[in-house]
């Protein structure tokens, strides 16, 4: 008996499905690989190597970090664009890729295209921060050395969520003329600060923090609703003036296109397991990280806000790819 065409590519699909649903049913099966698209020591490479580490124990293979830096974290995320979608190549990532939707027009990838959004790690606000020796002791002393003294300042990379808090504050707020610093991941641009070259820098939490702690760092002011009880002395941004900077770095897991929902599933699941534990949640509180997990709708839904949001900001402060 002769098939139809249509009867032979029905059962084609049919059999591509099963074979999906099979092969998403054993992963892993292989080390996974954690693409981080910025350098080491900033907020998405601890994230990356905290969640790897407990990935490892949870689904019972290794998970190597991948460092591809550049290009405000461009570079890697257009790698991992290119990945095959069977899910041992995942995008570790900062709220860097919802500014760079409006700020890179040619980023070599689409973000709501090319991925799936699989959950949202963790999130923690954004420091300015100076080097000590700085004659500034909070942010009133700051803003009158900087009307009189041409600065610029240091941020983990163009397009990055610390970039464009510190283009609001200093050049649309307080209407500066400071020149911003990319530099290709937190690391660096942290090292930078506490080198004095320059001696300002914006920042999440966690890379700055261990030279705040050494009296290397000052911090004039913190992007959170509240003040963060890592640092209870430093004000808001909004206690010193800026009420409406409210800004957030967080980190979170795509993979991309085409790969097996229940893949994305099982990643989203880990993720939350990983969140629950107790020795994941102490690191993360050490670190000034907030935990945050939930569905992959709900992250998908943030990630369109995050990037709506961006665009407004990216519009309002001119900021132009570095």
Same mark, same amino acid.
Request: proline content about 8%.
């Given at each position: ?6 009867? /032979?590519?029905? $059962? ?32 998405? &490479?601890?994230i990356?190597?905290?969640?790897? !580490? ?11 970090v991948?460092?591809? %830096?550049g ?6 995320? $257009? ?6 979608? &069977? ?26 295209? &090319? ?9 923690q =606000?954004?420091? /300015?921060?100076?080097? $000590?020796?700085?004659p +500034? ?5 700051f ?6 003294? #041409? ?14 808090t +510190?283009?609001m ?7 500066? &003329? ?16 506490? %080198?004095?070259?320059? =001696? ?25 609703? #509240? ?21 957030y ?7 991309p296109?085409?790969?097996?929902p229940?893949?994305?599933?099982k ?18 509180? !050490? ?9 992959? !709708? ?5 990630? #369109? ?6 665009? #407004?900001?990216? !519009? ?7």
């Open positions: 008996m002769r098939r139809s065409p249509s009867s /032979i590519v029905i $059962a084609g699909i049919l059999a591509f499905g099963c074979a999906s649903a099979a092969c998403a049913q054993a992963w892993p099966t292989k080390p996974i690989h954690f693409l981080v698209p910025f350098a080491p020591g900033g907020p998405t &490479d601890i990356g190597r905290i969640v790897g !580490q407990k990935f490892t124990e949870l689904l019972g293979e290794q998970v190597v991948d460092n591809r %830096a290009a405000g974290g461009n570079i890697g995320t $257009a790698v991992a664009a290119k990945s095959p979608p &069977d899910g041992y190549t995942v995008l570790v990532t900062s709220s860097a890729v919802a500014v760079n939707a409006s700020l890179f027009p040619n980023a070599g990838y689409d973000l709501e295209r &090319d991925f799936i959004p699989v959950a949202v790690v963790a999130t =606000p954004n420091l /300015i921060v100076v080097n $000590a020796s700085l +500034a002791k909070n942010m009133a002393e803003l009158r050395l900087a009307k009189t003294s #041409k600065l610029a300042f240091a941020s983990p990379g163009s397009g990055t969520t610390p970039h464009l +510190a283009e504050l200093f050049n649309v707020l307080a209407k500066l &003329d400071m020149t911003p610093i990319h530099f290709r991941g937190a690391g660096p641009a942290v090292t930078a600060v506490v %080198a004095g070259e320059p =001696p300002v820098g914006c920042m999440a939490i966690s890379g700055p923090l261990p030279y705040i702690k050494a009296g290397k760092l000052r911090v004039l002011g913190v992007s959170s609703a #509240k003040r963060v009880p890592m640092l209870p002395d430093v004000p808001t941004l909004a206690e010193v003036g800026f009420p409406s900077l409210q800004d770095t967080w980190v979170g897991l795509f993979l296109a085409g790969s097996a229940a893949v994305a599933h990643l989203n699941e880990a993720v939350n397991r990983a969140l629950e534990s107790p020795d994941i949640r102490e690191r993360l509180d !050490q670190l000034a990280f907030e935990p945050v997990g939930g569905s992959q !709708q709900q992250f998908a839904t943030y990630v #369109k806000a995050e990037i709506v949001k961006w665009a #407004k900001v990216v !519009q309002a402060t001119g900021a132009k790819p570095d």
